[in-house]
């Protein structure tokens, strides 16, 4: 049952999408939809001859949902978020791209399906009131959005952004083992291996960097 990965990073911040394709089947999951992602994302599909299922949005920031309406009309898919960063799709306010209502609304413990996998979805709220992280177990791999980075996380000088949240999110990655690869909202991916020196000091000390 083995999954293949591919990060797509679009517009003007370079924000990844995935598309995550089950071997067997060739029915997949998407990531998030940046701006000027939806062009990329069905030359990747279309290219693997796969099928999506659904849309996942990590959390509201308009470089991660601006092409949420174009892909899930491209697809006709559902599109499923936390219900706490649901209005940032719902009403873009100065953004200037279309609106769009999540079909399912994601909480801690749901488990979203793509043909025999199951990913965990966790809430790591901080840099986002809403952001979430779907683990999929079998192989060790958490997609985080903006909730980790190498040697960081997600902003949280920004307006809804808690640093207090984010230091309970950061204890909670902790509890993942050091093999998980953590596939981020930008840039390069990373492990909880990689990353554990510096989130247990910050943890300890409850201060962020």
Known sequence: MQLEVIQIPAGPLETNAFVVIDAATSQALIFDAPPESV???EGEVMA????PVALII???HWDHIQDTSAVRDRYEIPVMMHDLDRERLESPGERDFPAATPDRILTEGDTVELAEHRFEVFHTPGHSPGQISLYHAESQSLFGGDTLFPN???RVDIPGASESETLATMAKLLEFPDEVTVYTGHGASTTIGQERGW???VVSSGKLL
């Open 39 to 41: 062009a990329l994302i």
């Open 48 to 51: 693997r001859k796969a099928s």
């Open 58 to 60: 990590a959390h509201g």
């Open 152 to 154: 960081g996380y997600g």
């Open 199 to 201: 989130i247990e000091r």
